[in-house]
């Protein structure tokens, strides 16, 4: 069983960033995919940034301004989110799949405001 906790949400002003972490109760290392998503209010959960041991994606609409990290060290996977903009506000949620299941945090509240 995983556990997964996100932290570092809050209220920015557009053009501001925020630091999101998600610390896992066991070794990142042991995890196929490392990700964060989010859900916007009346809105379906969308897929922001997937980490795998060869590969890192991101949606179209964060490109160039969020960025994922790992620190094993810590056992922690990050978010930097650059140049916010109100479209991003959303619950931010951390997902990883370990030996084929999937785990989710219960989310962090990013709100961007204009």
């Known amino acids: 069983q995983v556990q997964l906790v996100e932290s570092g949400g809050g209220l920015v002003q557009a053009g501001g960033s925020l630091r999101l972490s998600c610390a896992a109760s066991?070794?990142?290392?042991?995890?196929?995919?490392m990700g964060w998503y989010r859900q916007a209010p009346g809105k379906q959960r969308e897929w922001v940034a997937i980490?795998?041991?060869?590969?890192?994606v991101y949606a179209g609409s964060v490109k160039g301004r969020f960025t994922i990290s790992r620190d094993g060290a810590r056992n922690s996977v990050y978010l930097q989110m650059n140049s916010l903009k109100p479209e991003d506000t959303a619950v931010y949620y951390c997902?990883?799949?370990?030996?084929?299941?999937?785990?989710w945090g219960k989310g962090t509240l990013v709100t961007v405001s204009s």
């Open positions: 997902k990883v799949v370990h030996q084929g299941v999937e785990y």
């Open positions: 066991g070794s990142i290392f042991s995890f196929n995919v």
């Open positions: 980490m795998t041991s060869i590969n890192t």
